[in-house]
């Protein structure tokens, strides 16, 4: 059966959603089997972008997706924000989320009146989504005939069909066109096997498309059993008709296929009490079989019926009627499941070259779908465009598996790499917000109030209210600038987003942690560091064994070489240096000792300008 395509809903900009599928589906048992790419369906031309910052996001990252996404459309008014279908399911461009949100980013959204963002946690591209899904998928159901899977193949053009069972959809086997070769073209010297098949008389007679001769033009005897059949023709005589017999196999039912000429025929195959006599002739043939035959039949139980085909158009037909059930192939069939990671699947079916595979529930075993190998070769539709960060360990998850369209940053360079060449904006001022605002301004284009708002918010969140070292005059001017267009005073923003709550007070120690957590590499050496932002530190030290022992774990669990805690105070512009490290990096520290593996680093609040740089000198001393 082949059925037609189901429409999907479309996804809005900003929409925030429930079970929000990564590759951009509604995750529900109504929507989220449909395929994303090599559909038949689709353009596979087309793309669409996610919009995504770093894994623990910042105000920062989060501002400055909602910006660019804004910019984008702005840049392509031809592309209506609402309602944009692209392959007929979204919006062109979408901003979107990987981490927990906090505080300060709920307090800077609630404020513009801008809703979360949709989370993501993970855009690997999974089977579902190029699988064809169990509704578009040609199948057959166990107990069809091969003429009905012959012409299922042909509607489809596969050469491989799942067999389902009609009450459970779980796979009983597949059917192959090779099988199907083997069971019409026999094996040379097998030639009797040709006569042996399994049906039933009701799929007999309708395949032949014959008429019943019983005088109430019913079928008799339970006519839809499936039975073992000896299928034989008898064109010459009764003597023939009893060799044939006499060379089929013990316990088969009889089928016999004859001419109106041969009345002693019918008359020997109703005496055999055949499950079924055909008689072959012309389209006045009803007429011709004697009423003492038919009623013969009658009180043997034979069904005899008539056919306008020719003896050979008549076998085939009868051939054809055969159930493919005993033609199945049941085992050593591959399955995957709707949830694996294409990535793996290409590397498990590297050497493997059947034509399709099966795709089944988990729990159930029900089948869910099919793809073929050139599914998985088939490019996604979907792209990344990365904002303030470009190192794959802070990337979504995935991210190596789709390709990256942009990345817009204001980072140290990373180690992210691309099939394809990218747009790469990464300049040294203080936060990404303040690279999209720029882009703004160079397309001469005017922020809307509620974006122009949380620009300035995200640039003010990662400058400390452009206090911090990074802060360039740049900064400055586009603060000065999104100001005017939100019409929000900078310093009373800078108040509300650091009074939005103390993460280490409203967070236990590993969720704090993970709050704006970012892990780097120099060398052979991998570690992370965290910082938070309090109004000074006497939360933190009634907290500072608790946070020294969560580091630990983070380091030990992750194979670091340390983990850090920087924790910097909004008022003071001075910071401490949680570290669980060896004691080969910690006595290389040159900062004053506040306690055993806490220091005290004044005047340094900047974690990309002034932590890293230190820590990787440190590194590279150890080297």
Not at 16 to 29: K, M, R, V
Not at 63 to 84: E, F, G, M, Q, V
Not at 544 to 570: G, H, M, N, P, Q
Request: charged share 20%; hydrophobic share 40%.
């Amino acid at each position: 059966r082949l059925v037609g395509e189901v429409p999907e809903p479309s996804l809005q900009l900003f929409h925030p959603t429930i079970g929000f599928d990564p590759l951009g589906y509604h995750s529900n048992a109504e929507t989220d089997d449909h395929r994303l790419a090599g559909s038949r369906h689709m353009d596979d031309t087309e793309t669409f972008y996610y919009i995504v910052g770093h894994q623990n996001p910042d105000p920062d990252s989060i501002c400055s997706a909602i910006a660019y996404c804004d910019l984008k459309y702005r840049l392509n008014p031809h592309i209506p924000r609402d309602n944009t279908y692209i392959l007929g399911r979204h919006a062109k461009w979408t901003a979107i989320r990987c981490g927990s949100a906090n505080e300060r980013i709920d307090t800077i959204l609630k404020h513009f009146d801008l809703p979360d963002l949709p989370f993501v946690s993970d855009v690997s591209p999974k089977v579902r989504h190029i699988m064809v899904p169990a509704r578009n998928a040609a199948v057959a159901w166990k107990g069809a005939t091969c003429a009905e899977v012959l012409k299922i193949m042909d509607r489809s053009n596969h050469r491989v069909v799942p067999v389902l069972d009609a009450e459970t959809a779980v796979c009983c086997g597949v059917l192959t066109l090779d099988m199907l070769g083997r069971f019409f073209i026999p094996t040379p010297g097998q030639f009797a096997t040709m006569r042996s098949m399994v049906s039933s008389v009701g799929n007999l007679v309708r395949e032949l498309g014959a008429q019943i001769v019983n005088p109430n033009r019913e079928l008799i005897n339970d006519p839809e059993t499936l039975q073992d059949l000896h299928v034989i023709q008898v064109m010459s005589s009764v003597e023939e008709l009893e060799r044939l017999v006499q060379a089929g196999p013990e316990g088969a039912q009889l089928v016999v296929l004859t001419s109106n000429q041969r009345t002693d025929v019918i008359r020997a195959a109703i005496n055999r009490n055949a499950r079924l006599v055909v008689v072959q002739g012309h389209e006045l043939l009803p007429y011709m079989i004697s009423l003492e035959l038919a009623q013969l039949a009658r009180e043997k139980s034979v069904n005899i019926v008539t056919t306008s085909h020719d003896a050979d158009t008549a076998l085939w037909c009868l051939r054809c009627a055969a159930t493919i059930t005993p033609l199945l192939q049941t085992g050593g069939l591959i399955e995957f499941r709707p949830e694996d990671r294409i990535s793996e699947v290409r590397q498990r079916l590297q050497r493997n070259d059947a034509p399709l595979f099966l795709v089944t529930d988990p729990e159930t075993g029900q089948f869910r779908g099919l793809f073929s190998k050139r599914d998985l070769m088939k490019p996604l539709s979907l792209h990344l465009i990365l904002v303030d960060h470009n190192e794959s360990s802070q990337a979504i998850r995935g991210a190596e598996e789709v390709g990256i369209a942009e990345i817009i940053d204001h980072h140290r360079l990373g180690n992210m790499h691309s099939a394809m060449p990218m747009l790469f904006i990464n300049r040294p001022i203080g936060s990404t917000c303040s690279v999209v605002a720029d882009l703004y301004r160079q397309n001469g284009i005017a922020p809307e109030k509620p974006i122009a708002g949380v620009m300035m918010a995200g640039i003010i969140a990662d400058t400390l209210n452009l206090r911090s070292p990074t802060t360039t005059p740049v900064d400055h001017e586009l603060v000065k600038w999104l100001a005017t267009l939100s019409e929000e005073d900078p310093d009373a923003l800078a108040t509300m987003i650091f009074s939005a709550g103390s993460v280490i007070l409203s967070m236990t120690p590993e969720r704090a942690l993970q709050s704006d957590y970012k892990e780097f590499r120099e060398g052979e050496f991998t570690f992370s560091v965290t910082q938070v932002e309090e109004i000074g530190f006497s939360n933190f030290w009634e907290r500072c064994s608790a946070y020294l022992e969560a580091l630990e774990t983070i380091r030990v669990d992750r194979k670091f070489l340390f983990s850090a805690l920087l924790v910097t105070d909004l008022h003071t512009q001075n910071s401490l240096l949680a570290l669980a490290a060896p004691e080969d990096l910690t006595s290389r520290i040159g900062h004053p000792k506040a306690r055993s593996n806490v220091f005290t680093m004044n005047g340094m609040v900047s974690r990309k300008l002034q932590v890293i740089p230190y820590l990787t000198k440190l590194l590279r001393e150890m080297m």
